[in-house]
């Protein structure tokens, strides 16, 4: 008798299929297919099925729907894998569809959900933004219940700097007004993906499940819901991912789809680090290999892009998370350690569908030729082609750090090292899709590395909202939050005020906080403020002067505006004759200091206090 095992019953689609929660609970004969639904209407028109269940290998695969074929299938080298391709030509409609797998005298029918495309509901980010970075776990807890879940090691411990807190996507939520009323645009979140580690998961950096947002921030459709009540504040949000690696609890690590899907498993030997493998002309092979296939930490797995199956899983995974979430864009870790070659695919995939996107990729260095190397528009010296529009500008922050935190010049101004890091601008294709900042998750707070200086503070704020680029901020840079003494990442993303009920602190309705705190606050929503309307900074030229002794000037311009900034690292009173920048100035004698609503006369000279910076609306007639 034929074993037969049909699982389209309507009540049972509906149950496991329509809910916005995403990720349907597994099904008699099938333990997992993912993606978990699909949308039509996608110009690359081959979907990857990854199908998990006992000896599904063996199995043949078949639609029957219009606009709907399987184009092609290949077993995993684990008999429980099946990867199925289907096509999903223009005719597809949305709808639920059952795919048949069949041997034997076997017949297994699966339902699938496609759906349809909502217009308008991917954004992008551009100059005229400005991000605001949150690590979630310490940002507000807004859910208690999910503190600790049934079944995660890693339970709610607030004492430990490298424990989970407890903050959520329900906290974040909940605060949405507080940083759209900072002035802020963007919100970039770190991991929110599933981390079921042992140890230390709070950051979110080893992903154990690329499908499902961790219980303990909330779920799928919570993140969902999070997107779309930013979207209506006027706040998009960029999410952050991980292709490199993921993490050593992932569910498929005791069952790998293919003997190829990770780099070296049995060794598990560290990476090198040496990225600029990738870019110098004397690399060894060996040497390339050491460094893209190490792993990142012996807890986080590497995963091996070259294997197509893996490719085209982690590449669908991205549009999946954007489609579904209705992103702003992409942040992309650790972007030089995955094959690089297929980063390219990865990008050029991805901005197939969404044009107007945005991504920016994460290498850290202090060289602007190994950074501008991964822009898309880059000729590269070895014909390497990239299509990631945006990169961090960690030169110009090692440049500004610099200056700010040193008592002597290299040579020339205390301020070269800025003037001339700027200057090799011309390295990027587009340095205006840089993103700027003072910090990040993981490096010292900026109002640490500045000894807690609130004048240098000042300045790099005017800096960054000033500068050409996307400036990100990490989330207590505006009320000054620090960690003297220590160099740990768990006390670096420390709570923030307010965010937890028995704080004496809160920075959310200011109560608790010391004036120094409220008053760089203030500034920082002002700054922002200002910067939302300000198209000149958005889209405006850069012209910068040599910069002489502790004075340092630039502008940006347009044929509207001009805003002149200029800074005072000397601990005296100066007073600048504007002789030299009449190229940029055309006659103006009049200014009104943005910070304060003052008006200047600038027809001869500009008076600077000791450790001060000046941002000015100049009256060009």
């Given at each position: ?580 920048f009449a190229e940029r100035l055309q006659g103006a004698t009049r200014a009104t200091n943005v910070l304060d609503g003052s ?23």
């Open positions: 008798m034929n074993r037969i095992v049909l699982l389209a019953a309507s009540l049972f689609v509906l149950a496991a299929c329509s809910s916005d929660d995403a990720v349907p609970a597994a099904r008699e004969g099938i333990d997992r297919v993912e993606p978990p639904f699909w949308w039509t209407g996608f110009e690359h028109r081959e979907l990857q099925l990854l199908v998990r269940a006992g000896g599904i290998a063996d199995y043949t695969p078949s639609v029957s729907a219009g606009g709907i074929t399987v184009s092609r299938f290949e077993p995993g080298d684990s008999k429980n894998y099946l990867f199925v391709y289907l096509d999903v030509g223009p005719s597809a409609a949305p709808g639920t569809y059952d795919i048949v797998f069949e041997k034997d005298d076997e017949r297994i029918a699966y339902a699938y959900e496609l759906r349809e495309r909502i217009p308008g509901h991917v954004g992008t980010y551009d100059s005229s933004d400005v991000i605001y970075l949150i690590t979630p776990d310490r940002f507000a807890n807004g859910s208690p219940a999910n503190d600790s879940v049934e079944g995660y090691l890693d339970e709610l411990d607030r004492d430990d700097d490298y424990g989970r807190h407890g903050g959520d996507i329900e906290g974040m939520r909940q605060h949405l007004d507080y940083i759209a009323g900072m002035g802020f645009t963007q919100i970039w979140i770190n991991p929110l993906l599933e981390n079921a580690q042992e140890n230390a998961s709070y950051h979110g950096y080893a992903t154990t499940d690329y499908y499902k947002v961790d219980p303990r921030f909330g779920s799928n459709e919570s993140y969902r819901q999070l997107v779309a009540e930013a979207r209506e504040k006027g706040v998009g949000v960029i999410m952050d991912l991980i292709v490199n690696h993921a993490g050593s609890g992932h569910w498929w690590m005791d069952d790998l789809p293919t003997e190829t899907w990770l780099n070296i498993p049995d060794t598990r030997a560290r990476s090198t680090h040496a990225r600029t493998t990738h870019q110098d002309p004397y690399a060894s092979e060996f040497d390339k290999g050491e460094h893209a296939d190490g792993w990142f930490d012996t807890t986080m797995p590497d995963l091996n892009q070259r294997d197509p199956l893996l490719a085209d899983y982690l590449i669908q995974n991205a549009i999946w998370w954007t489609e579904y979430l209705g992103l702003s864009g992409i942040r992309q870790d650790t972007y030089p350690y995955p094959d690089k070659h297929f980063m390219t695919e990865w990008t050029r995939r991805i901005m197939q569908e969404y044009p107007d996107y945005n991504m920016v990729g994460e290498e850290w260095s202090p060289s602007p030729a190994v950074v501008s190397y991964w822009q898309r528009g880059k000729q590269n010296h070895d014909g390497y082609v990239s299509h990631l529009p945006g990169v961090f500008d960690f030169p110009l922050q090692i440049a500004l750090q610099q200056v700010l935190t040193s008592d002597e010049p290299p040579w020339g101004s205390i301020w070269t090292p800025v003037y001339e890091m700027l200057g090799h601008d011309f390295l990027y294709p587009d340095p205006m899709n840089l993103v700027i900042m003072p910090d990040n998750h993981d490096m010292n707070r900026v109002f640490t590395y500045l000894d807690e200086d609130e004048d240098l503070w000042r300045m790099a704020m005017v800096f960054y909202a000033t500068m050409r680029g996307i400036p990100q901020i990490y989330y207590g840079t505006e009320i000054l939050m620090s960690h003297p003494g220590t160099d740990s990442h768990g006390a670096i993303r420390e709570e923030f005020p307010g965010g937890w009920p028995d704080h004496d602190r809160n920075a959310f309705t200011g109560e608790g906080l010391p004036k120094a705190a409220l008053d760089a606050q203030d500034l920082t929503r002002r700054l922002l403020q200002w910067r939302k309307q300000a198209d000149v900074i958005h889209d405006g030229k850069l012209m910068q002067f040599t910069p002489v002794g502790n004075v340092y000037a630039y502008f940006r311009y347009d044929d509207d505006d001009t805003i002149m900034v200029i800074f005072n690292l000397g601990t005296d009173d100066t007073d600048i004759d504007v002789a030299r008006e200047l006369d600038i027809g001869d000279s500009v008076e600077l206090e000791p450790r001060s910076v000046l941002l000015l609306d100049i009256h060009v007639n």
